[in-house]
């Protein structure tokens, strides 16, 4: 049974920073496209970003320059540092293996101003 696990959500003020941090069980990350996922009250559920098998990475333009995603295949954990957080980062935020259909049970970020 895979599960996805995230952890490292919480309240902090603009500028500040995160990391959030997805353990899995079930299932090697390092064999897999990874991404985080982010969806705001009324708003549709969207990539922040991801890392290919390969460990290309790719970026939300908004977030660009300031979220980081990384992974440890040694931990089997996947993270993603995020910095200099603005009020519009507040979202729930999700660890998937989209291209598998596994999801995390998603962790509240709220980015206060």
């Known amino acids: 049974q895979v599960q996805l696990v995230e952890s490292g959500g919480g309240l902090v003020q603009a500028g500040g920073s995160l990391r959030l941090s997805c353990a899995a069980s079930?299932?090697?990350?390092?064999?897999?496209?990874i991404g985080w996922y982010r969806q705001a009250p009324g708003k549709q559920r969207e990539l922040v970003a991801g890392?290919?098998?390969?460990?290309?990475?790719n970026y939300a333009d908004s977030v660009k320059g300031r979220f980081t995603i990384s992974r440890d295949n040694a931990k089997n954990t996947m993270y993603l540092q995020m910095n200099s957080l603005k009020p519009e980062d507040t979202a729930v935020y999700y660890c998937?293996?989209?291209?598998?259909?596994?999801w995390g049970q998603g962790t509240q970020v709220t980015v206060s101003s």
């Open positions: 890392m290919s098998r390969g460990d290309t990475t």
């Open positions: 079930g299932i090697f990350f390092g064999l897999n496209a």
């Open positions: 998937a293996l989209a291209g598998r259909g596994y």
